[in-house]
């Protein structure tokens, strides 16, 4: 995550290879209004209402192991992003981009989906959250609100905080 952010804001190529692929979706188009929509499904309460759901549906299946580690995911990876936004820098007026916070609310709530659904519905699971993590990361760039690398940043450190739960779920 972090050496994404120094090559991608410390170095020419990676400034202007980022800045290369910013978007710049019309205010007045449909696809504006469309993607703008699905941003809006991103707040603190979704993240907590659907958090406590995933959360549900391990303890439904008796899991409670699961629950917790799903609950870690959410919660490790927002915080994580916003630490990140905190310290590392960008320089310009866009400081606190990286990593963007709404690809990792939608990417952990995704991670976390996978992590507690039955082995039969798993497939299913992933496509469905890959769907919306990959939407909501596409519509911040197309809405010119992140950089490429804010994107993949949030993506990085929900993956690394499903890596560690998952290491520590299988070992114990």
């Known amino acids: ?19 290369a692929a ?15 929509d699905l941003l809006d499904t991103i707040s603190t309460s979704s993240l907590a209402l ?13 899991r409670p192991r ?6 870690v995911v959410v919660l490790g990876a927002n915080l ?5 936004k905190a310290t590392l820098d ?4 866009e400081a606190g981009t990286y990593p963007s916070g709404h690809v990792t609310v939608a990417m952990s709530l995704a991670m976390a989906l996978v992590l507690v659904a039955p082995p039969a519905l798993r497939l ?11 939407g909501v990361g596409v519509a911040v760039i197309a809405l010119n609100w992140h950089r490429p690398s804010d994107v993949v940043g949030a993506y ?3 993956v690394a905080w499903t890596g560690l739960v998952g290491a520590v779920l299988f070992a114990v």
């Open 1 to 19: 995550v972090v050496l994404l952010q120094l090559a991608a804001v410390h170095t020419g190529e990676g400034r202007r290879l980022d800045d």
């Open 22 to 36: 910013k978007g710049d979706l019309s205010a007045q188009s449909r696809a504006f209004d469309e993607t703008s």
């Open 50 to 62: 659907l958090g406590a759901a995933i959360m549900a549906i391990a303890l439904l299946r008796g």
């Open 66 to 71: 699961l629950a917790l580690g799903a609950g």
């Open 80 to 84: 994580t992003t916003q630490l990140l």
């Open 90 to 93: 960008r320089p310009g007026p």
């Open 124 to 134: 299913v699971a992933t496509v469905l959250g890959a769907a919306y993590a990959v």
């Open 156 to 158: 990085l450190v929900c």
